[in-house]
């Protein structure tokens, strides 16, 4: 038991919220590009970080619910960190972002930005005070439907989607590495033609008048599509 609560009232809790969030967060980008998409880094419909900031806050936060304004200043930090973290695990593991806010103003490497940041502290207080006593009464509910069963099979559940989205993750992995490494060797090819034909139309720059001489129609050719640098 942690600060009252019970191990299976945590996965539950967990459980709940991450599927709440995934809903949030399929709502939100779908709206945005006018099309579904599955958001999240497993193959269900879960987003963990959501289950593990809530979790987090009931852990952390337990001594602080009588206290509105300390709760929101706590409840925002916890996310802006956990946020940035899983970030910048998931970056350095997988070489691709979840999700980026490098054009949002007042962010940190893209991984977490102030608005959203004070967002998430003003939606986990909303969360807490007027959702979290209805999801602890169904928790309460689906405890005993199940038998307590509920949080062994989403456990179970969840072990098997991590292990085959890291496995799906590691593979596309390889792939953007792939890409990059193309990309890069396009893209000094592409210099290396562009230097050389900078050099060619220097020189006959150079040689103009005297091509003009025996020339007189000659003119420098253009290559519209590279740009001259």
């Known amino acids: 038991m942690i600060n009252g609560m019970l191990i299976n009232q945590l996965i539950c809790y967990f459980a709940i919220y991450s599927f709440i969030g995934w809903c949030v967060e399929v709502a939100y980008t779908s709206y945005r590009s006018r099309k579904f998409i599955n958001r999240g880094f497993l193959f ?4 963990p970080i959501y289950g593990y900031v809530i979790i987090t806050i009931l852990i952390l936060l337990h001594n602080f619910t009588q206290t509105p304004l300390l709760f929101l200043i706590g409840a925002t930090l916890i996310t802006t960190i956990i946020e940035y973290i899983t970030g910048v ?9 979840w999700w980026d806010y490098s054009k949002r103003k007042f962010n940190l490497g893209g991984k977490i ?6 967002f998430w502290g003003f939606g986990l207080l909303f969360c807490y005070y007027f959702v979290h006593p209805y ?13 307590y069963l509920f949080p062994l099979i989403f456990s179970v559940y969840l072990l098997i989607d991590t292990i085959f989205s890291i496995i799906s993750a590691y593979g596309m992995r390889k792939i953007i590495i792939r890409l990059n490494k193309i990309k890069e060797e396009y893209q000094n090819n592409l210099e290396e033609f562009t ?4 050099e060619i139309y220097s020189k006959l720059k150079k040689r103009q008048r005297f091509l003009f001489k025996y020339l007189p129609n000659f003119k420098v050719p253009k290559i519209p599509y590279l740009n001259k640098k």
């Open 44 to 47: 269900g419909p879960f987003c």
């Open 195 to 198: 230097q050389k034909r900078n």
């Open 135 to 147: 999801i602890n009464t169904f928790t309460v509910y689906l405890l005993e439907k199940t038998h």
């Open 113 to 118: 930005c102030l608005k959203f940041s004070i």
């Open 89 to 97: 695990v998931l970056e350095a593991v997988f070489k691709t972002k």
